[in-house]
């Protein structure tokens, strides 16, 4: 890693910014949804049954957009059935932004949010500490576990968080995505912050195989649109590399052989495809359907 290099992760103000282009340039939410709308309703149909309450856990929730989706698919599920939607989110800027998706949103009247700003590890730490396990009806991980230190510890606390006939959904790239050759190539000049950016849907599954979990996985042909990369001097484009390669500003502080070298690597058959003058990115996810043990 050159020392002159930052972790995008560090730059909390210009991560957000670099994320929500990322999602403007995908159709990865608008796939996420549409899983939303056609799977969830079957999966999620026995986890209320005769309950007063439903209890939700976001975690890494970001600014809610998929969040008040599924919230919205649950009422529809459970009609005038209370909804507990607690968000651990160690973004403030995320929890702003939520925070302004729900005062524009209607029929939330019988949804209670709780808000914990605080990573993932905080939160299970002060779980554990307290003694108090909660269970959770509906858990969802959404692109997140990258930012975990220990996946499979993760997994494990939240899969123990679930009430019975409770599910858990995770999602995160495919092992056939664009994403864990980049970071197995590049990863060790790159600022990655010790974290698990390798972590693919291989990887947890072989995680919950040797838990012996029961769960269903679903496959998302996502891509991003990344034209603006190889753009010199376009803003929206440095951004989109600094998310693509985890680095705060790559494009002014990479080592001109390491930059040359990764826009080279983006724009082949390897990583993108080109269609109508755009080069789109594979970044092929996975949603995992996780059941209550």
């Not at 990887?203 to 029961?214: E, H, P």
């Not at 693509?244 to 690597?265: I, M, Y």
Request: aromatic letters at 10%.
């Amino acid at each position: 890693m050159e020392a002159t290099m930052m972790s995008l992760f560090a730059d909390s103000s210009r991560y957000v910014d670099a994320f929500h282009l990322f999602v403007k340039s995908s159709n990865e939410h608008q796939l996420m949804q549409e899983f939303v709308d056609t799977k969830l309703p079957e999966l999620i149909s026995s986890m209320g049954l005769k309950k007063q309450g439903i209890e939700v856990l976001g975690v890494g929730s970001g600014a809610g957009e998929i969040d008040l989706q599924m919230i919205s698919l649950i009422q529809a599920v459970y009609p005038g059935v209370r909804i507990n939607n607690n968000i651990v989110e160690p973004s403030a800027k995320q929890i702003s932004c939520y925070k302004e998706r729900i005062a524009k949103t209607k029929g939330l009247d019988n949804v209670t949010f709780s808000w914990h700003e605080k990573t993932s590890h905080e939160f299970e730490s002060e779980i554990k500490e307290s003694k108090q396990l909660k269970k959770y009806d509906f858990i969802h991980m959404i692109q997140m576990l990258y930012y975990v230190k220990d996946v499979e510890a993760t997994i494990k606390f939240f899969s123990s968080c679930l009430a019975p006939k409770g599910k858990l959904i995770i999602s995160l790239v495919s092992e056939k995505s664009g994403w864990p050759i980049l970071w197995q190539k590049y990863g060790s000049r790159l600022p990655l912050n010790d974290l698990c950016f390798q972590v693919t849907s291989g990887g947890v599954q072989d995680i919950l195989n040797s838990m012996g979990a029961k769960y269903e996985s679903y496959n998302l042909h996502s891509h991003t649109n990344i034209t603006e990369c190889f753009v010199e001097g376009d803003h929206n484009g440095e951004l989109l590399l600094d998310f693509l390669t985890d680095t705060c500003e790559f494009n002014k502080n990479a080592p001109s052989d390491l930059r040359d070298q990764v826009l080279h690597d983006l724009k082949s058959l390897e990583f993108s495809a080109s269609k109508d003058g755009k080069i789109l990115f594979r970044n092929k996810a996975s949603v995992i359907v996780v059941e209550s043990p």
